[in-house]
């Protein structure tokens, strides 16, 4: 079963052809990789399916319980669907703790208005509660636990991305779009990057769409890639099948890939 179907994508910056008519489906509880030399358009892509970049032309279904028509939502409404990304840069606020950080991730999610909040009404305390359980069982999921309370600027890099991702867990989303969760990171934080994004699709049932260029990290985690090259889609396949296709070796100008 699908949860997104891309279908006949394009977008064009003044005469550059970005997305070029790219199709690709995203199955339920699989890890997908979309990849590419630099400048493919990957990003794009993702910009287009969270609404940052509003397409020329094609489809963009998500289906959460029922189908969503992507196009007809603003960025903030398909996080309220459950479809959440994180960015290639780390996007923390640094003068924040690693807790408040990760709440930052429940603010489209939260019940109640300024004024309880502000009045501190019952419901408004109970709900308070509610999502700070939440992102504490968050960051006890990501091994963070004894962290919650210091700032996010003070951790390592590696860590201030599993901050980052946390925010998009705590909204119990139903697929999240990583770009690059593995840039910056030494070798060891990759081994256990990879190690997470399974956790996270074994034990929260969480689809994941990855854009990536470590290739050790793609070919170990994802069950199905599809490689784009000057925004149109060149293979599609296992990652086996993607290793051996001569169209992605040559894309990639030998030896990147394998
Ligand atoms: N807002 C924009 N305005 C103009 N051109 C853009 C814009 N966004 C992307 N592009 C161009 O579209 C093309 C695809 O860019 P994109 O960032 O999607 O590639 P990418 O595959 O994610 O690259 P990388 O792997 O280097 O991050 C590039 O030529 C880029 O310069």
């Known amino acids: 079963m699908d949860i997104l179907t891309i279908k006949n994508l394009s977008i064009s910056f003044g005469g550059l052809k970005a997305v070029d008519n790219l199709s690709f489906n995203v199955e339920k509880n699989t890890i997908y990789g979309l990849i590419g030399p630099n ?44 479809l959440v990304r994180t960015f290639q840069n780390v996007e923390l606020v640094k003068t924040m703790t690693v807790l408040e950080n990760i709440l930052i991730g429940l603010q489209t999610n939260t019940k109640g208005n300024i004024f309880s909040y502000g009045f501190r009404l019952p419901g408004a305390i109970k709900e308070e509660k509610r ?31 599993l901050i980052e991702l946390g925010r998009t867990l ?31 699709r074994d034990e929260l049932n969480i689809t994941i769409l990855l854009v990536e260029h470590d290739m050790s990290l793609v070919m170990d985690i994802c069950e199905k890639i599809c490689v784009i090259n000057f925004g149109k889609k060149i293979a599609e396949g296992s990652p086996i099948e993607i290793q051996q296709n001569e169209e992605v070796q040559k894309a990639y100008l030998g030896g990147e890939i394998v």
């Open 39 to 82: 400048g493919a358009g990957k990003t794009t892509v993702f910009n287009c399916i969270s609404r940052f970049y509003n397409p020329d032309s094609g489809e963009l279904k998500f289906f959460n319980n029922k189908e969503y028509n992507l196009l007809n939502y603003k960025t903030h409404q398909v996080i309220d669907k459950g």
């Open 131 to 161: 999502i700070r359980k939440k992102a504490l069982n968050v960051i006890r999921f990501l091994g963070l636990k004894g962290k919650e309370h210091e700032l996010a600027a003070s951790q390592p890099y590696g860590i201030q991305k």
């Open 170 to 200: 705590v909204s119990d989303p139903s697929l999240i779009i990583l770009d690059e969760p593995a840039a910056g990171m030494n070798s060891t934080e990759t081994k256990e990057l990879a190690k997470l994004i399974i956790r996270i």
